[in-house]
C-alpha cells in the first residue's frame, strides 16, 4: 500500500484509490489466489519488500515495491519470476502510469489507448516472450 499511496495514488481520483484498497485487502488476494493466480513475495530476512502477481500465467498484476527498497534490484526481480512461470505467447499489464517506463525497460511496449476501470488509470502494455523463456 505505501508503494501504491506514494506513487499511483495521488494521480487517481477517490474512487480509483478506493477501489485498489478493496483489490490489494488480503481477501483480495485470497479471492485471487484461488483463481489459478500466482502471487509471489520478495521478503529479505524476514522484512516484505515487494509483491507480484501473475493472473492465469499471462497477466501481471499488482507487482509492487516498498518504497524503502526500490531501485535495489526488487521489482527486476520479482518481473524476472513472474515472466518464468508465464505460460503465454504474449504477456500482458495492465500498467500504472508512473510504472510505464519500468515495464518499458523490461521489454514491454505499449498495446492501446490509456484507459479508466473503476476509477483505475492504466496504460495497457505487453510483451512477446521467446518459446521456453516464460
Do not use: W
Request: net charge neutral; proline share 4%.
Amino acid at each position: 500500500m505505501r508503494a501504491f499511496l506514494m506513487a499511483v495514488a495521488p494521480s487517481l481520483a477517490a474512487h480509483g484509490v478506493a477501489t485498489f484498497r478493496m483489490i490489494a485487502a488480503p481477501d483480495g488476494f485470497a479471492q485471487r489466489r484461488d483463481q489459478d493466480n500466482l502471487q509471489l513475495v520478495y521478503d529479505a530476512s524476514g522484512q516484505l519488500q515487494g509483491v507480484g502477481e501473475l493472473k492465469q500465467r499471462r497477466h501481471v498484476a499488482m507487482l509492487f515495491v516498498d518504497p524503502a527498497c526500490q531501485r535495489q534490484g526488487v521489482g527486476e526481480a520479482l518481473l524476472a519470476a513472474l515472466v518464468a512461470q508465464a505460460r503465454t505467447e504474449v504477456l500482458t499489464v495492465s500498467a500504472s502510469l508512473p510504472s510505464v517506463g519500468f515495464y518499458a525497460r523490461h521489454g514491454f511496449q505499449c498495446a492501446g489507448d490509456v484507459a479508466e476501470s473503476a476509477g483505475l488509470v492504466y496504460q495497457p502494455m505487453q510483451r512477446t516472450l521467446v518459446a521456453g523463456s516464460g
